[in-house]
């Protein structure tokens, strides 16, 4: 269980703290019985969220975004976007008929992408077959860049090849939620094909008004939104995304544009935070992990300075993996009981310093979560 600390951001780093996190509230697993599906099959008729091959999504509005918030909350720094989403899908979920494409558009490494495959975790029970950390119903449509394309020929053949990759995917489970990643790189006849979908008419004669499709874009350029104020990249994504639709403003018409921040180096703190107290959700027979605040600040420093904040949580999570989470996962023996591990920062300050060590309840302060 956890105890509960307030941790101000501002001046952190004064105070050395020891906290520890010790069976954290994971996010909710992906679990679809055979039982489960074959009665979500057989009460169709009762406006239960089912696919036609048996797949298994979560069945109340309520419940979607809950599990979707359990999701998210290791995504830091988009508070205004997440609000913005989560109304649109608040709509979708209560009304499954109504269109909706939402443009995720921003800085790389903010977590548009994955936010598009958390929302299919969201939404379905079981996972996908084939793609990791996604739900059944995720469709991310293979569409060549514009450079890979040459003379009318092959952008007709493009054209024709993801009208059909729709349509295959959306006529298995019409609830799909549809990635389409790197808008800016996609010939403007590619999107124009499959632009009717984002409408919710028909792509060879399959509805596509009760899928989610989410479109994503990056400036092109990582980091060049770092340091801008939250007006400065709205109005950065507003005449980027005017560069992308200017050969079909018709097409912007259809989608909502939601602007990802880059991330401050506050957002470094809380994300490096999270990763630490939910390590016991990652890493199998972990029950505790101690650690202080040096060593979250050693973590953050690593992930902000030489010109890896550019890569906003990307490098949070690259630090994160090389310093703590391999070096767990090597450490914990996954065929032995519960374990529990101290992480310190090295005498010299330049390290970690990983060992096991014998949890015994007490009332020191926790992490908080």
């Not at 703290?17 to 909710?28: E, F, I, K, R, V």
């Amino acid at each position: 269980m956890f105890g509960v600390i307030l941790l101000l951001l501002v001046g952190v780093e004064a105070v050395n703290l020891q906290l520890t996190s010790c069976s954290p509230n994971c996010p909710p697993p992906m679990m679809c019985s055979e039982s489960v599906r074959t009665q979500l099959s057989l009460i169709s008729a009762t406006g239960i969220w089912y696919c036609n091959t048996g797949r298994c999504l979560t069945n109340t509005k309520t419940e979607t975004l809950r599990r979707l918030k359990e999701y998210t909350k290791e995504m830091k720094g988009q508070d205004d976007a997440f609000h913005r989403i989560h109304s649109h899908f608040a709509v979708k979920f209560a009304h499954p008929d109504r269109p909706l494409t939402l443009h995720f558009a921003g800085d790389n490494g903010v977590g548009k992408t994955w936010l598009a495959r958390l929302t299919s975790r969201a939404l379905f029970q079981k996972e996908h077959p084939s793609i990791d950390n996604v739900g059944d119903g995720f469709v991310q449509l293979d569409i060549p860049t514009s450079h890979e394309l040459g003379d009318e020929e092959s952008i007709a053949r493009a054209r024709r090849s993801v009208r059909i990759q729709l349509a295959e995917a959306l006529k298995s489970c019409e609830r799909s939620v549809v990635l389409i990643d790197e808008l800016e790189t996609i010939h403007p006849k590619i999107i124009s094909a499959i632009a009717p979908a984002f409408k919710g008419d028909p792509i060879h004669g399959v509805a596509t008004n009760r899928a989610i499709f989410i479109l994503t874009s990056d400036f092109g350029s990582e980091g060049i939104a770092a340091g801008k104020s939250p007006d400065k990249v709205i109005e950065m994504v507003w005449k980027f995304c005017g560069q992308i639709y200017a050969d079909t403003p018709e097409i912007q018409k259809t989608v909502t544009i939601v602007p990802f921040a880059s991330l401050l180096r506050q957002d470094f703190y809380a994300l490096t935070k999270h990763y630490m107290d939910y390590l016991p959700c990652k890493v199998k027979k972990l029950k505790c992990v101690k650690y202080s605040t040096d060593v979250t600040n050693f973590l953050v420093d690593q992930a902000w300075e030489g010109g890896l904040r550019n890569k906003n949580a990307r490098a949070v999570d690259e630090q994160f993996t090389f310093w703590v989470h391999g070096e767990v996962e090597m450490l914990v023996d996954d065929t032995a009981g519960e374990q529990s591990v101290l992480i310190n920062l090295s005498s010299d300050g330049s390290g970690l310093e990983i060992s096991k060590y014998e949890h015994v309840k007490t009332t020191e302060p926790h992490s908080e979560l």
